[in-house]
């Protein structure tokens, strides 16, 4: 059975693709994956993969690309004939779009790096996540934090805000502040094969912890 994880956020710049682009990389070792860029024309996640296939092609990691909820919906009908996980990257607005991939889900991961404005814009979220539920009760989005300092008393006061004003699960899985994610993303890499053990930590145990959770589901 297909597993399907969207990555969803109103803002821009907060990680979605590179979250999107490292979660398909990792599962395509394993398993057949199809990335599904929903934020054409700039297509960050289409390019990635038109670099990495120039560079490490692989039959088991396909692109598709919407442009509308209608799209979305027949490309990921098609990708779950021969794929065993779909990943879609959403585009950074509020519209049918964010519903949609919110209710084809069976994660939605809500990227947010730790600063205020950040958690003001995915309040705006809240709002499209309850009118998916309406139509899928069972819609499960979840934070995952991005640029992320522990060490700072900052990140230690937003996570308290977070769970006080949105009250949305978080993954236990951080993507912390480092450079090897941009430059891994520009080269149509993941963060697991670039040399930064950190980083490479960082997004196995991200994968490790998502897979757990829809193997949980499909139980």
């Not at 949609?100 to 705006?124: K, Q």
């Not at 520009?186 to 998502?210: K, Q, T, Y």
Request: aromatic share 4%; proline share 3%.
């Amino acid at each position: 059975m297909t597993g399907i994880v969207g990555v969803i956020q109103v803002k821009g710049g907060v990680g979605r693709s590179t979250i999107a682009t490292n979660l398909a990389a990792i599962l395509s070792l394993s398993e057949p994956t199809a990335l599904i860029d929903c934020d054409m024309p700039q297509g960050t996640s289409a390019s990635w993969f038109a670099l990495r296939q120039s560079e490490i092609p692989s039959d088991n990691l396909v692109l598709a690309t919407a442009n509308s909820h209608v799209e979305l919906i027949q490309r990921a009908k098609e990708c779950a004939k021969s794929c065993r996980y779909l990943v879609i990257d959403g585009p950074p607005r509020l519209a049918e779009m964010t519903r949609a991939i919110m209710i084809l889900s069976d994660l939605s991961l809500i990227p947010l790096g730790a600063s205020a404005a950040e958690i003001w814009s995915t309040s705006d979220l809240l709002q499209t996540l309850s009118e998916a539920r309406s139509y899928k009760p069972a819609v499960d989005a979840r934070i995952v934090w991005t640029r992320f300092r522990s060490q700072t008393r900052e990140a230690r006061d937003l996570q308290g805000a977070v769970h006080q004003e949105l009250k949305l699960k978080e993954l236990h899985s951080r993507i912390g502040y480092r450079v090897a994610y941009s430059e891994a993303l520009a080269r149509g890499l993941s963060a697991d094969e670039w040399l930064d053990r950190n980083a490479h930590a960082e997004v196995r145990a991200l994968v490790e912890e998502i897979t757990e959770i829809l193997r949980e589901k499909k139980r």
